[in-house]
């Protein structure tokens, strides 16, 4: 389709890696981001591992304490408005950026938007009401409420980068990510812009992470090499991680106007719910199967074409067997490779559809399909499901990516060279 949008930046804050290089290793190689990890220092919290953020101390509750790499040079008045996903974003936004050969005239002359995700931060929230209750509830920090709510990303941003095009932020869990890709791919078919910036990011902190514990939802293996094992019969339970993740998409003209290689094409997404339940997935994972032939259908492609296919598959065993049964009953004999690169850098909540989207468009520009990294013993359910053990390197022709969230939000993407 000449119409899809491509991608001509991307920037990364993972586990795996803080740049393209890094995170094409890590793929290609299945190395895994995810160690040891001391939530709640001096307390005995059943939560052992994380996908760590190398580089950065965000530990201090005043971005003036904060350190990151000497790389990046992060305007500390952008950072007095931020929480800790709010550095990495900035992090991964001048990557992208700079990789799309966008200027400040570009940002700012109305044709490019910018679309973010992102679940808020618990931490500078708690932070903030605490300080407002300490007073007397008479002194409020004057940035506390852009810092702290789910729209922190858009807020400092568009205001910082000047951006005028049309601005917008989406909560939908673990799908919130995927779902401001969509919605900008759209923006840019319909020619309301040439461009749109998607920014993605999470905090990695016991506030943002442990209540999931409460959900059963977390996995209370400490050992970082098994704790997060995909499609894997013994998985317990998902590990959290962080970080922050920018894809720049355009319309290809927009693209060869600016001198900007197309990485990767979009050609098309869909989404559907479960109506099934506030937290679980369908035991038969009907609402993502319905998302997954939206899109094809969209796509303009069938279930035989695809090469690769980027699960959701958090380590849940009810997400990752509701997820396994709707990809059986769409591939029927085909049988493309499937994994999830949740293994190698954990679970990146509202971050990590577009977290993987980005390794989508990697896999087609680098020519490899990751491997399900920690699989010893697949789960009965995804028995018919290819899972290679290791990196393959080959081009694949059409990658698909999946994205399931609370109150069974799907949301799927197709990409192509």
């Known amino acids: ?38 939530a709640v220092p001096g307390t005995p919290v059943p939560v052992k591992v994380a996908g760590t953020l190398k ?13 990151w790499p000497d790389r990046w040079e992060i305007d500390r008045t952008l950072l007095r408005g931020l929480a800790p996903q709010g550095l990495y974003a900035a992090c991964a936004m001048e990557q992208a950026i700079a990789e799309a050969r966008l200027t400040t005239a570009d940002l700012a002359d109305g044709t490019t938007g910018l679309f973010t995700a992102s679940g808020g931060s618990p931490r500078m929230l708690h932070h903030h009401l605490n300080r ?40 939908s869990a673990c799908a919130s990510g995927s779902h401001a890709l969509g919605f900008a791919s759209d923006e840019i078919r319909l020619g309301r812009q040439e461009c749109v910036i998607v920014l993605a990011a999470e905090d990695l902190t016991a506030e943002t992470l442990l209540p999931f514990a409460g959900m059963g939802a977390l996995s209370l293996n400490p050992d970082p090499a098994t704790a997060s094992r995909p499609f894997d019969a013994a998985r317990d339970g ?27 094409r979009l050609l098309g997404w869909g989404q559907a719910a479960d109506g099934f339940h506030l937290a679980q997935p369908h035991p038969q994972g009907t609402g993502l199967l ?30 990752d067997r509701a997820e396994a049964l709707a990809l059986t009953a769409l591939l029927g004999e085909h049988r ?19 977290m993987e989207a980005a390794f989508c468009s990697l896999a087609l520009s680098e020519s490899l399909i990751p491997g399900q990294a920690a699989l010893h013993t697949p789960d009965p359910a995804a028995a018919t499901l290819h899972l290679p053990r290791q990196t393959v390197e080959k081009t694949p022709r059409h990658v698909l990516n999946n994205a399931s969230g609370f109150g069974g939000a799907n949301v799927c993407h197709l990409f192509a060279q």
């Open 290 to 319: 319905a998302a997954m032939r939206l899109c094809l259908r969209s796509s303009g492609i069938d279930a035989e074409s695809l090469d690769y296919i980027n699960a959701h598959a958090p380590s849940t065993p009810a997400g």
């Open 132 to 171: 407002l209750a300490a007073s007397g509830w008479q002194r409020a920090h004057p940035l506390g409420v852009v810092s702290s709510v789910a729209g922190t990303l858009g807020f400092n941003f568009a205001a910082h980068y000047g951006i005028t095009g049309s601005t917008c932020g989406f909560v």
């Open 336 to 354: 493309p490779a499937v994994s999830s690169t949740k293994a190698l850098t954990g679970h990146a909540l509202s971050l990590s559809g577009l």
């Open 1 to 38: 389709m000449n119409d899809a949008p491509v991608i001509t930046g991307l920037g990364f804050i993972t586990s795996i890696g803080n740049d393209r290089a890094s995170v094409i290793s890590a793929l290609r190689h299945l190395h895994c981001g995810i160690e040891k990890w001391d």
């Open 238 to 264: 998902f590990v959290g991680t962080g970080g922050a993740v920018a894809i720049v998409l355009e319309s290809a003209q927009s693209a060869r106007k600016r001198g900007a290689a197309a990485q990767s």
């Open 55 to 67: 580089g950065f101390d965000t530990s201090a509750p005043d971005s003036a304490g904060w350190t």
